[in-house]
């Protein structure tokens, strides 16, 4: 257990958990049973352990979460409906059940695409109305959809949900703008290096 532990393919902050979470309950025939009744991980984001939030489809407080135990990167935490652990998303050995602490700290990373008609000053208007909503840009891009439309895809950091919910809204009320998304769950592209002759 203590070698699993140190490899980072457990977490000492769960097994602590389970560990404490150990009742010794009488049987009928006056045995005693250990039972195991772990409660749900709740998060903070302050926990100091081994905690990843998933680049795929970028988990914010409100969503529904699920914990993955990643080997070498201890827990890695996705959305409820991420593509990416679907197949994995009913193995107790490597999911555990969380959900966010009402008290959880912190902000978030969490990707838009914007629409919206090109004009001149425009990115300045997005990037003014974002920061006004008290959401700070990391990573701004633009593609052109044709001569008239363009794309903007924003990496921003938000406080939660209803947060992202008001960015979203401010965005939205900007006349040039006839889209905005959340970009959620993309799917990770696996590199099967065996295939290339790399090794």
């Known amino acids: 257990l203590l070698e699993e ?3 980072g393919n457990r977490m000492s902050y769960m097994i602590a958990q389970r560990l404490a979470a150990q009742g010794n309950v009488t049987a009928g025939d006056g045995q005693t049973t250990v039972t195991d009744s772990v409660d749900t991980l709740a998060i903070r984001g302050s926990e100091g352990m081994v905690m990843n939030y998933a680049k795929c489809c ?3 407080p409100g969503d529904p979460i699920v914990g ?5 990167r201890g827990m890695v935490i996705h959305t409820d409906d991420c593509n990416n652990i679907s197949d994995i998303r009913d193995n107790p050995e490597k999911c555990v059940a969380v959900t966010w602490d009402p008290e959880v700290e912190g902000e978030f990373s969490v990707e838009l695409r ?3 008609e ?3 000053g ?3 208007t997005l990037a003014t109305t974002i920061t006004g909503a008290e959401a700070n840009i990391e990573k701004i891009s633009t593609v052109e959809r044709d001569a008239r439309f363009s794309i903007v895809n924003l990496s921003l950091n938000v406080k939660n949900r209803v947060h992202l919910a008001r960015v979203m809204k401010r965005v939205r009320l900007i006349k040039p703008v006839s889209r905005v998304t959340r970009v959620k769950s993309r799917k ?10 790399i090794h």
């Open 114 to 116: 914007v629409e919206l």
């Open 118 to 120: 090109n004009q001149r």
């Open 68 to 72: 993955h135990i990643s080997s070498g």
């Open 58 to 60: 970028h988990p914010i």
């Open 122 to 124: 425009i990115i300045a």
């Open 5 to 7: 532990i140190g490899l």
């Open 188 to 197: 990770v592209k696996k590199t099967i290096k065996s295939t290339l002759g």
